[in-house]
Structures are given as C-alpha cells and as structure tokens.
C-alpha cells in the first residue's frame, strides 16, 4: 500500500529573505525569517494540498531546528525521519528579494547529514514519487545516500523526481556535478529545470531542443524547462514538445520558492493521474500565486479549489 504521496529527501534551511526588494545582498539591509530549502518547500506545499508528504533531513540541536519542527508540523508534514544533530547546527542561507532567480549566500552545516538509515526500503515500498534536488546532491554524505537510496526507490517502483536548482557555489566542480546529475538520470526522473540553472550548469546559452536531448540521452522520459515570465516548455521523449505561457500578475513580490511552488502543482496533478497539460496548468497557477506573496503560499487561500 503506497500510502506516502512524496518523500522529498535533502536540505531543509533557515531562508533569511531580504527585506528590500530588487537589490542583491549587499543592498539589502535588513531580512525576514522563513522556512526553506527546495525539498522542504515541496514538502509543505504538497501537504497543504492534501497529499501525504515525508521529508528526509537534518537539522541541529537549536532553536532554529526547533522552529522547523514546529512550522512542518503546523501544515502535517511527517518529521520522523528529520534527524536532529549535536555537533552540527542548522544550515542557514541569506537571500535577495528578487523578480528573477534570487542571489544567495549559504552557511551548510547539517542539511547535508542524511544517512541511509533514515530512508529504509520500508519507506520506499510506501512511496509514490521520490524527490530530491541537486543542491541535496551537491555535498556528501547526502549525496552517496541519495543516489543508493534512489537506486533503491527505482527498484522498489517508484517515481522518482529532482528539480536540478544547480549553482556553481555549491559544488566541488562542474565535472562533480554532471557526474552526479547523470548518475540520478539513470533511474529515469521527472525534471524540473529552469533556464537560469541551465545557463549555469553548462555555462553557455543553449538552445532549448539540446537541453532537452541531453537529458534524454541520459535516460529520462519527461522534461520540464521552466522559463520564468515566458512560462514554461515540457518535452517527453518521442512526443512534441508542450509550450504554455506564465499567467500574468500585476507586482511579482518575491521570486524566491517560485519554482518549487510549480513543481508542487505538477507533482500533485501527476500523483491525482492529470494529464501531463493539467499537470502544467496547475503548476503555473501555483506558481503565480508564489510570486504574489513573500516567503511561502498563504496561509487564507484554499489552495485547492483554487486550483481544481
């Protein structure tokens, strides 16, 4: 019995969001405190949208470890596979207020602490779609955890799912990270890329059709290319390409989450058997609600039958 809708493994942070909007981090002058981390956001996202949601983490013995607790517990996240740490504190990381992909300076220390007793094949017998990012990926021990436990997820039949958030900062080297990312591809994942990480990642503008073919050749059926106010594109290998547009909103407020806000949407319409277009729609539709308010979703929208 699948009873675990997502089991999203990797960072769980302390998000400090500048206050001033439209400045990088040496502008910005003071900042708001906020739950994040990519895995983490689709975690509580996909709670609140109804779908049982486990998250794999690890934070430190602290008050802001505290504070995660009790956020994730407030919107019915399962924490019981969050280890906590002593001799680690919890990762924090500072970030621009921005319309485009935020500027950010992090301080790791326990998010990359995962260890394969916290995602047994009990868990993953009970899991439909196995999520992780490349910033969990970026760092061991999490990442040889992550790729075994993925191998493990596969053969288990799971779906497994990475939003490939690249960024150079984090990471030995380039050659590090395509090794990694090629490694995860081989269990034929969902992706979820933006057009800024793929600028990054192969440090050269490419055309859309070779970002696309890449990761086909490395085994993956559906790609989803994100490209911000121009929406988004979706390729499955063998099918013509989907291309729909951002739905338009008057002031973007905070950037920061966005994409995770739409990989929520996707993740959730693809666990209810939507199609692949009604995956979309409602990704873009949570997505715009993202970038209309600062931090997470809010708290008085139903965000259900907003989308439905």
């Known amino acids: 019995m699948k009873n675990i809708d997502i089991l999203c493994v990797g960072e769980v942070l302390v998000d400090f969001i ?6 990088l981090i040496n502008e910005t002058r003071d900042y708001h405190r906020y739950l994040g981390g990519s895995p983490t956001n689709v975690a509580m996202n996909a709670s609140r949208l109804g779908l049982n949601a486990t998250l794999v983490a690890a934070v430190g013995n602290d008050g802001f470890g ?11 996240v399962d924490t ?3 280890k906590t740490l002593e001799n680690k504190s919890t990762s924090v ?5 921005s319309e485009g992909t935020p500027d950010f300076i992090p301080f790791r220390e326990a998010d990359c602490c995962l260890d394969e007793e916290q995602i047994t094949d009990e868990i993953l017998s009970k899991t439909k779609i196995f999520h992780t990012t490349c910033f969990a990926l970026s760092k061991n021990p999490a990442q040889k955890t992550i790729l075994k436990k993925a191998e493990a997820a596969y053969n288990l039949g799971c779906q497994l799912s990475i939003d490939v958030n690249y960024a ?4 030995k080297s380039q050659k590090k990270a395509f090794k990694v990312i090629k490694a995860y ?6 992706i979820k890329i933006s057009e800024d990480d793929m600028l990054r990642l192969f440090e050269k503008e490419l055309p859309h059709d070779d970002i696309f073919q890449f990761f086909h050749d490395q085994g993956v059926d559906t790609v989803c290319l994100t490209l911000g106010s121009k929406g988004v594109k979706l390729s499955q290998k063998g099918k013509e390409v989907i291309q729909l547009p951002a739905i338009k909103i008057e002031q973007v407020m905070d950037a920061t989450g966005a994409g995770d806000a739409f990989w929520s949407g996707f993740l959730f319409a693809y666990i209810k058997k939507k199609t692949i277009q009604e995956c979309l729609d409602v990704a873009l539709k949570l997505a715009a609600l993202k970038l209309q ?3 997470r979703l809010p708290d008085n929208i139903n965000v259900l039958s907003q989308l439905l």
């Open 18 to 23: 500048g206050h001033q909007h439209g400045v």
């Open 66 to 76: 505290t504070y995660i607790f009790e956020r994730l517990s407030e919107v019915g």
């Open 80 to 82: 019981s596979q969050i």
């Open 93 to 97: 990381i500072f970030v621009s207020r």
């Open 168 to 171: 150079k900062k984090l990471w």
């Open 185 to 190: 591809c081989q269990f034929n994942p969902l």
């Open 293 to 295: 308010n600062v931090g």
